[in-house]
Nanobody, 127 residues
Framework: QVQLVQSGGGLVQAGGSLRLSCAAS????????MGWFRQAPGNEREFVAA????????YYGDSVKGRFTISRDKSVNTVYLQMNSPKYEDTAVYYC????????????????????WGQGTQVTVSS
């Protein structure tokens, strides 16, 4: 069974730091771009960050640029989201996802382009 298993969410103070992990099992996603999205109550799912299959390029939503960092470690089939200086408005359920396309150099910011999703993890930033 193919799964993306997330960990690392929870409560964090504004200005602190938190790291989310997304570990793949059942297959490797080393040839897929990976992304992080988030969804707050009443809002649509929002693009946060993505990384190409090679790990050579990263992309960020405007609201997190300069504060969050996406990375991947293919040796353990895991993608990370390092959240530095989080703000209250970063509070949401965060999801990792795998792009369905193989070895694409164009990263998608659209949830519909991603086939596999993690279970979601709540991140709450206290002000």
């Amino acid at each position: 069974q193919v799964q993306l298993v997330q960990s690392g969410g929870g409560l964090v103070q504004a200005g602190g730091s938190l790291r989310l992990s997304c570990a793949a099992s059942g297959r490797t996603f080393s040839n897929n771009a990976m992304g992080w999205f988030r969804q707050a109550p009443g809002n649509e799912r929002e693009f946060v960050a993505a990384i190409t299959w090679s790990g050579g390029s990263t992309y960020y939503g405007d609201s997190v640029k300069g504060r969050f960092t996406i990375s991947r470690d293919k040796s353990v089939n895991t993608v990370y989201l390092q959240m530095n200086s989080p703000k209250y408005e970063d509070t949401a359920v965060y999801y990792c996802a795998a792009d369905r396309r193989l070895r694409t150099t164009v990263v998608s910011r659209t949830p519909a382009q991603y086939d596999y999703w993690g279970q979601g993890t709540q991140v709450t930033v206290s002000s």
